[in-house]
């Protein structure tokens, strides 16, 4: 019997909290609708059928009786037919997690919650024969969703080592439930049987690094293994993701929302010629269909992302990737057989592509409102905030007073797409042996849209300017999700390490402690005590000169 998903992240999460320790999960899923490509196709081929899935997940916390969020993840996924990506798009707390008081030492919520998270989400979104990329980019920065927190001076912000770093452990975590992928695999196997087993490696880039100095970001066990048999390397999967090869590089490079090295491609696209027919009668007066003229290799490409403004203002921006590869994928050729409706004439039609918003690396300073609905007028006691009536989203929700701050046209293009119609004919192309069932129903995408667009509205700067905003946005969030019950609470069981006797904490990990024996203890012998009768011949006994009488001469007085 399926376990709901929901469920699954309240057991899981309340293993390894602290014990009595209290949070509140708030979690919403959009209806899957058809969107552009992220990898733009190669030359005489059509654009790949892709759906995308958006997936946020709220943290908060209870104080002195009132609900505060104290952190949120929001997470993409994009299923093809011959790959699942489930990219982490944006990830913000609110400085507001110190309130719990738990003691150095004890595991984070904020770190627990992110990985469980996304153990779940690779669990259920993996398929059988199909591979699944985990992805992001690491970027450091004030905030992300929350506007107004960096003011709280007790949030903590990583610097861009430390994020990377960060970031890699918990990718670490995920790939962790899977064995290191092999460098062959024996042909002789069931692979019908294959196809249900995985394994997994994790990749990072650093443009500006080298491989040594990549390696620096890796988890400690990592570091000390070779490249062979290191689950962790240097490089990037983008030519090991099933593409046919001899495609051109730009076919290789997906296009996220707000992604550094997607704007770079968007850059590179103008020097592509502008009818690929004329390319390919004359070769030799004009570059190849698809093809840069500036860029040759993607190591060249990541070379030139070092130069980019994301990466080249003082901060290091780090590229990662988790693949989890069916153990009958590994090491097979290409399968090049592909369908009479795939290849057809060249198609002169724009091809399309996911749009990059606004450039959040630009924003010099952080992204606060200066003039917050919430500090402008305070709502009056006993007076809730109500909810948007309408499930179209609003002008109101999408845009800001702040003119630098994102409009509607800055937000992911999930609204602009088309809404899937039948969900259950994208349902079947999840694994049909998964554990792990949705609960959480799928909101229609324009209300997904508003719900998670009025955080930008809000203002976190404080505990006051926090409660009222987080009061907000769960009124109407409740009132589209149609249940006021629709959060989960969990409640750690983990006794910590401090609260359990030593004799216990043995046991447990099955270490005895070694006894010496009283023959291998031997004391050092004391030495007597030096006197006057134990200097002989002007030598004492522990190696000090004496000097005698007759070497001491006295000064004649003048």
């Known amino acids: 019997m399926a376990v709901s998903f929901d469920g699954a992240l309240q057991e899981r999460l309340s293993a390894v909290l602290p014990k009595d320790l209290s949070i509140t999960i708030h979690h919403l899923c959009s209806e899957p609708i058809v969107c552009p490509p992220i990898f733009p196709p190669a030359p005489d081929s059509r654009p790949e059928e892709t759906f995308c899935e958006s997936q946020f997940l709220s943290v908060s916390i209870d104080v002195n009786g009132s609900t505060v969020q104290a952190f949120a993840l929001e997470v993409l996924i994009y299923t093809t037919e011959a790959l699942t990506t489930v990219f982490v798009s944006k990830a913000d707390s609110t400085g507001c997690l110190h309130l719990l008081k738990i003691p150095t030492g004890t595991t984070s919520p904020l770190k627990a919650t992110i990985s469980i998270f996304l153990k779940l989400l690779v669990e259920r979104k993996r398929r059988p024969g199909v591979r699944l990329v985990l992805s992001l980019f690491a970027r450091a ?41 092999e460098t062959s695999v024996n042909s002789d196997r069931d692979q019908s049987f294959e196809r249900n087993r995985a394994a997994s490696r994790g990749f990072l880039r650093v443009p500006g690094c080298d491989a040594y100095e990549t390696r620096a970001f890796f988890p400690a066990y990592a570091k000390r293994q070779p490249s062979s048999t290191s689950r962790w390397l240097a ?27 997607a704007r770079f491609v ?77 290849l057809s004439e060249v198609n002169n039609v724009e091809e399309p592509f996911l749009p ?15 003039h917050s609905p919430l500090r402008s007028s305070s709502p009056q006691p006993g007076i809730l905030l109500s909810p948007l009536p309408s499930s179209q989203p609003q002008e109101s929700d999408l845009q800001l007073d702040n003119p630098r701050s994102p409009t509607a046209e800055a937000l992911p293009i ?20 998964s554990v792990i069932a949705t609960s959480s129903p799928f909101l229609p995408e324009p209300t997904y849209t508003r719900i998670v667009s009025l955080l930008q509205q809000l ?24 249940s006021e019950n629709w959060g989960i609470t969990v409640i750690g069981r983990r006794e910590s390490q ?15 402690p070694m006894m010496l024996s009283s023959g291998l203890l031997r004391k050092k012998k004391r030495s007597d005590t030096v006197t006057d009768g134990d200097v002989e011949d002007g030598k004492g006994t522990y190696g000090v000169t004496v000097l005698s009488a007759g070497l001491v001469r006295k000064k004649l007085k003048s």
């Open 141 to 181: 920065q004030d905030q992300y969703l929350f506007p107004g927190s960096i003011e709280n001076n007790k949030k903590h912000v990583l610097d861009d080592r430390g994020l990377i770093k960060w970031w890699c452990q918990i990718l670490d975590g995920v790939l962790q439930a899977y064995p290191v992928e």
């Open 235 to 261: 490089s990037d999967p983008l030519r090991a993701l099933g593409k046919p090869p001899g495609i051109p590089e730009r076919c290789l490079i997906p296009r996220f929302p707000d992604d550094p090295k």
């Open 266 to 342: 968007v850059d590179l696209d103008d020097e592509l010629p502008e009818n690929s027919l004329l390319a390919i009668e004359s070769p030799s007066k004009s570059q190849l269909p698809g093809k840069w003229r500036s860029v040759k290799s993607l190591e060249q490409f990541w070379d030139m992302m070092a130069f980019r403004q994301e990466c080249a203002a003082g901060r290091l921006v780090g590229f990662l990737w988790g693949v989890i590869t069916p153990i009958g994928l590994m090491n097979r050729p290409f399968d090049t057989s592909i369908e009479d409706d795939q």
């Open 356 to 370: 990059t918003p606004l450039n959040s690396q630009v924003l010099q300073e952080p992204l606060i409102l200066p």
């Open 414 to 433: 999930r609204s602009a797409d088309t809404v899937v119609n039948n969900v259950r004919t994208y349902a079947t192309q999840e694994s049909s042996n």
């Open 459 to 482: 203002d976190y700067a404080n505990l006051t300017l926090a409660t009222e905003s987080t009061l907000r946005w769960l009124t109407t969030a409740t009132a589209a999700m149609g």
């Open 498 to 512: 401090s609260s359990v006797p030593a004799l216990a904490r043995n046991e447990a990990t099955s270490i005895t």
